[in-house]
C-alpha cells in the first residue's frame, strides 16, 4: 500500500499545485498576449472563408456537428484520467518501478508547464471571441465549445469542470495536449503493450484536436504542449539516469 500510495503521489501534488495557482494568478508577473497569439495563429494557420481568415477555432466555431461536439467532450475528459487509469494499471500489472517513474514524470512536465504559464501569460481563444482584446482580469473559467457537448448530453459535466478553472490565462503551453503523450512514451517502454499504445496515441491525437475544436486552445498551444513533453521528459530521464547510476 505504501508503495502504491508514492506511485500516485505526483498526481496528487500535481492537483494541489495547479489549484494553488489560483492564489498566485499569473497575469500579476508579467503581461498577458491576447493579441499577439492571436494574429500568429491567424498568420500560421489561418482558414479562408466567406471573405475573412478565421482562425481554426473560429473556423470550428461555425461550422460544428454534433458528432465532432461528442466525440471532441469525450476525448478530451480523457485528459487526466486516462493517463492516472494507465499508471494503475502499470503498478497492478508487475510494472510498479515503472508506474513510479512514469507518475514522476507527468509531475516533472507540468512543472516544466507551469513555469511557461508564469513566463508567458496567454489567454486561450475563447477569450478573444467573448471579450476581445482587452485585458480583464478575474475573468472567470468558460467551456466554450463544450457547451455543445453539455447541451447534447443535458448535462453539465464541462460547465461543473471549467467553473472552477484555477486560472484562464495559462492557454501556452497547452498541457492538456501533453498528459497522454508522456502516458504513451512509458507505454512504449513496456513489451507486448500493442493495446495501450494505440489507445494512448489514439486519445493523444483526439485531444490535440478537441483542444482547438472547442476554442480552449490555439494549434500554436497545442504544438507547445508537446514541446513542453519532450522537454520535460528528456530533462526527467536524463535526472532519472543520473540518479540510478548513482545507486547502482
Known amino acids: ?38 494574429h500568429l495563429e491567424q498568420q500560421l494557420f489561418g482558414i479562408l472563408s466567406g471573405g475573412e481568415i478565421l482562425t481554426p477555432n473560429e473556423y470550428c466555431m461555425r461550422h460544428h456537428t454534433a ?5 471532441s467532450g469525450l476525448f478530451y475528459l480523457c485528459w487526466v484520467p ?24 507527468f509531475l ?29 482580469y478575474n475573468t472567470p473559467g468558460n467551456v466554450a465549445g463544450f457547451d455543445h457537448f453539455d447541451t447534447l448530453l443535458g448535462i453539465p459535466v464541462f460547465h461543473s469542470i471549467y467553473s472552477g478553472n484555477a486560472n484562464v490565462f495559462a492557454a501556452i503551453p497547452s498541457l492538456h495536449a501533453a498528459y497522454c503523450p508522456i502516458a504513451l512514451f512509458y507505454a512504449l517502454k513496456v513489451r507486448n503493450n500493442a493495446v495501450w499504445i494505440t489507445i494512448l496515441t489514439i486519445v493523444s491525437v483526439g485531444i490535440w484536436f478537441s483542444a482547438v475544436y472547442s476554442c480552449h486552445h490555439y494549434i500554436i498551444d497545442v504544438l507547445l504542449g ?14 532519472y539516469c543520473k540518479i540510478t547510476k548513482r545507486q547502482s
Open 1 to 38: 500500500m505504501k508503495r502504491f500510495l508514492l506511485t500516485i503521489l505526483p498526481f496528487l501534488l500535481f492537483g494541489f499545485i495547479y489549484n494553488s495557482m489560483r492564489y498566485f494568478p499569473n497575469y500579476l508577473f508579467g503581461s498577458v498576449d491576447i493579441e499577439g497569439v492571436y
Open 67 to 71: 458528432l465532432l461536439d461528442i466525440l
Open 82 to 105: 486516462l493517463p492516472i487509469f494507465y499508471c494503475v494499471w502499470l503498478f497492478f500489472t508487475g510494472e510498479k518501478s515503472l508506474a513510479l517513474r512514469f507518475s514522476s514524470a
Open 108 to 136: 516533472f512536465v507540468n512543472l516544466v508547464g507551469f513555469c511557461g504559464y508564469y513566463i508567458h501569460p496567454a489567454a486561450p481563444p475563447w477569450y478573444v471571441m467573448q471579450y476581445g482584446f482587452e485585458l480583464i
Open 226 to 239: 508537446i514541446l513542453t513533453t519532450i522537454v520535460g521528459i528528456t530533462l526527467f530521464e536524463l535526472i
